[in-house]
């Protein structure tokens, strides 16, 4: 499903114009986004949380010149769904 779908979706179930609807999905993502560039993570009750994740430093090797590599700690975002979300895939 992509960002369009759920646009559709969400219009045609509330009768909002896509517009509208467009916006509003765009400025949610937009404020994630700033959310977890700040390091704080964000809590949807029922859906999940998205949350920033530390990798430690850790040395990599690069085989085709044959050189080790520092890689130096780091975050990345992460999705970790609800129990009552995960209950209702399985």
């Not at 992509?2 to 400025?27: F, H, P, Q, R, Y």
């Not at 430690?56 to 010149?65: L, V």
């Amino acid at each position: 499903m992509t960002k369009a779908d759920i646009v559709n979706e969400i219009a045609k179930n509330t009768g909002i114009s896509k517009d509208d609807v467009l916006k509003t999905v765009e400025a949610f993502m937009e404020t994630v986004k700033v959310s977890l560039t700040k390091e704080e993570n964000v809590y949807l009750r029922g859906f999940g949380s998205f949350i920033v994740k530390k990798r430690a430093k850790k040395t990599a090797r690069n085989i085709s010149k044959n050189t080790t590599i520092i890689i130096p700690e780091h975050n990345i975002p992460a999705f970790k769904p609800s129990k009552e979300f995960v209950a209702k895939l399985k």
